[in-house]
């Protein structure tokens, strides 16, 4: 009897742990497509670290990020959805961001006013660090998919953009709170995201979203989708397994998670802060655990990509990066470790080269966001984004041990 009342609270500690939300297939996909824009002389790494820069100034107040900021390069790797707004619907490719939370238009393709068309008195505006627009907000009839129908969605219209070439905006499904501080005169007034106003609406039953990506091997290619309400259970092995946002400040405030790196058995980079994000392409590690990494590769830094590289000697040698999330280990492979090799001189390398996704975040840990898992640690791993209980999910694919690279 005592040891079953000492056991007890163990217990339901776990099953709380483990009811989080319930993951079941009641969702409506949208598909994503990657597509990659090399316009400009900047590295992945300056345009992602332009990014980076705007993120890290959360730390200096919210207003930070409904500054301008000056022109920017484009954006190298964009995750693209066909979101249809108005009615009759104007259909925009938008960039699927987990790393904002503003809905806008007008990049490119110009806003089309209809009879569902609500202009505010409200001025919008958003800097990227990796672009930034301002303009004026509307309400509209969204469409993401069929059975995705959003009235009255408020969007950004842009009068300026900058940093955005063969895009038309952005569709931002990150937290809610990164919103405040865009509308000008309104600054502390949030403005709720897509997939929040699925949910208030009932349209959705629960206040997620799954992203499933694959890696590819060509610039342009249909592969990936977002499930909304719910997740795909075709795109994932195993479980989804939970950890919380982080409670850490500047993390906290996006897809915020903690965890920890090892190599080969040894620790680079110590439990800490960090986010997920698809709108930024390569992995970010602090600059000590970056260090770390380049020392027990082996890999020297190339100037023309400014990524690292590696011959194929020590390629062969690689080990796992393991990524201790929630006391989950997910392995990042040798191939998911590289660059697509098919892409090398998209991005300015060699064709025989092997470059490293792993790059250098610019300042040691304890800045209170020191890593960043972008698109090539997500392409390995089915992720979850659930705003009802504040967590994000990870989950094994069949892609997570390809050898596509």
Not at 62 to 77: H, K
Not at 109 to 117: A, C, F, G, L
Not at 228 to 255: E, L, M, Q
């Amino acid at each position: 009897m005592v040891l079953a009342l000492t056991l007890l609270p163990a217990i339901l500690l776990a099953l709380c742990v483990a009811a989080g939300p319930v993951l079941d297939d009641s969702f409506v996909s949208l598909p994503i497509s990657r597509r990659f824009n090399f316009t400009g002389s900047a590295t992945v790494v300056q345009k992602d670290l332009a990014r980076i820069q705007a993120i890290q100034s959360r730390k200096s107040g919210v207003s930070a990020r409904a500054v301008i900021s000056e022109p920017v390069s484009n954006q190298v790797v964009s995750y693209i959805a066909a979101v249809g707004i108005g009615s009759p619907a104007t259909t925009y490719q938008l960039i699927v961001d987990t790393g904002s939370s503003n809905t806008w238009v007008g990049a490119e393709q110009k806003y089309v006013v209809t009879s569902t068309s609500v202009k505010s008195t409200q001025a919008v505006a958003v800097s990227y660090g990796s672009g930034s627009f301002s303009g004026t907000e509307y309400t509209d009839t969204v469409t993401l998919a069929t059975g995705l129908v959003i009235p009255a969605q408020s969007i950004g219209v842009a009068s300026k953009s900058s940093g955005f070439s063969g895009v038309d905006g952005i569709m931002g499904i990150g937290p809610v709170d990164l919103t405040e501080g865009t509308l000008i005169k309104s600054p502390t007034t949030l403005i709720p995201t897509v997939t929040d106003n699925l949910f208030k609406q009932g349209t959705i039953t629960s206040d997620l979203i799954g992203i499933s990506f694959e890696p590819i091997t060509s610039e342009d290619d249909n592969n990936g989708s977002i499930a909304f309400g719910g997740t795909d259970s075709t795109k994932f092995t195993g479980s989804v397994a939970f950890t919380p946002v982080t409670s850490t400040s500047p993390a906290g405030d996006y897809w915020g998670i903690n965890q920890s790196i090892s190599y080969n058995g040894a620790t680079i980079l110590t439990s800490t802060a960090g986010i997920v994000d698809t709108g930024t392409t390569l992995i970010y590690i602090a600059s000590n655990a970056f260090d770390l990494y380049q020392t027990a590769t082996g890999a020297t830094a190339d100037a023309s990509t400014g990524l690292l590289k590696v011959t194929a000697t020590q390629f062969a040698a690689l080990e796992n990066l393991n990524f201790v999330i929630g006391g989950v280990t997910y392995a990042l492979t040798p191939n998911a470790q590289i660059w697509p090799r098919s892409l090398n001189t998209a991005i300015g390398g060699s064709a025989s080269s092997i470059y490293l996704v792993v790059a250098n975040w610019g300042a040691p840990e304890g800045e209170g966001l020191d890593f960043i898992n972008g698109y090539a640690f997500l392409e390995r791993f089915y992720s979850v984004f659930d705003t009802g209980n504040k967590q994000v999910g990870f989950a094994t694919t069949a892609f997570t041990t390809a050898t596509t690279n």
